[in-house]
Structures are given as C-alpha cells and as structure tokens.
C-alpha cells in the first residue's frame, strides 16, 4: 500500500514471486471512468473508489492461497473496507518515502495513467497505518531487492 509511484507493482511482484504467492496489481480493477477522471489529472473521490475497493477486496475471497495485491488504501477507512470485505487476515505492507524519491520514479515510468499532478493529493490523503494496524511498513528509498528481502524477513511466519 502506498502512494501512487512508491513501487506497489513492481515491488508486489517481486515480493509475491520471492514468497510464492499470486500477485494482483489493483490498478487493474479500477472501473474505466476511475482510470479517465485520473489520466485527466482529477483525484477520486471516496464514491469513485467504493466499487474499486469492492473488487479489491473481492479478490480476497477467491481462491485462496497466498496473495498480494497492489492497492493504495490511502485512508484508515479503505484498509478497514478491504479487511471487513476480506473476511479474514489482510496484512499492509506500507512502501514509505519521501515525496522527492516518489516524483522522480513517477517521472521515469512510462506508460502509466497516473500522473505526476496528483502526487500531492495521494500524499494529503495518506493515513500512514497505526500500531493497531496489522502492517509493516518500509523505507523505500533503496533497491527493490533490499526492499524485497527486508518484507520477507519481517513477513516471516505471518499468513499472507
């Protein structure tokens, strides 16, 4: 979880390789007009992101199994959603970093509909997690393999 940019995707991915398990990139359960209102440099609002957190937490429920999916769950509130929806043990792997570290990634990637303008209004809305949280959060101002083997020793023994 994290803003756009911190490395929801490409770190999922590596992390859910490295453990094993399927990985779902959120982003790709957004409805189309949430995809439009963002390319266009609008930031949604908590109506446009309730059937998208349906389907996030949705995927909970499938076919079980170890899962990681890339979802921002900004807010308290959405990660609450996700869990209730879930119906069982969602842990939150907060990509924590500095807005300069985020922006020149944003900046690099290509091909995304996320753009740069919107950085500052994901960071307004973030709600780091809270120690009653179950969470982990890391610095990801490093390479994604540190990241990646920083997130399986403190995931270790937890079912993900």
């Known amino acids: 979880m994290g803003v756009s940019g911190c490395g929801k995707t490409s770190i999922g991915m590596a992390f859910a390789s490295e453990i094993g398990a399927r990985f779902i990139d959120g982003d790709?359960?957004?409805p189309a007009a949430n995809v439009a209102k963002m390319a266009r440099g609008e930031p949604l609002n908590d109506d446009d992101r309730a059937p998208w957190l349906s389907?996030?937490?949705?995927?909970f429920c499938q076919d079980g199994g170890?899962?990681?999916i890339g979802c921002s769950a900004l807010?308290?509130?959405y990660r609450n959603w996700l869990r209730e929806g879930a119906g069982g043990q969602v842990v939150f792997l907060h990509l924590a970093g500095t807005r300069a570290v985020i922006?020149?990634?944003m900046q690099a990637r290509?091909?995304?509909f996320m753009p740069l303008s919107l950085l500052d209004s994901q960071f307004a809305a973030l709600e780091p997690p809270q120690s009653d949280e179950l969470s982990i959060t890391v610095n990801i101002d490093q390479d994604i393999a540190a990241i990646v083997a920083e997130l399986v020793r403190k995931t270790e023994g937890m079912q993900i």
């Open 28 to 30: 790709d359960l957004h």
């Open 110 to 112: 290509q091909d995304h």
């Open 103 to 105: 922006a020149e990634r």
């Open 55 to 59: 389907q996030v937490a949705a995927q």
């Open 75 to 77: 807010r308290r509130k």
């Open 66 to 68: 170890a899962l990681v």
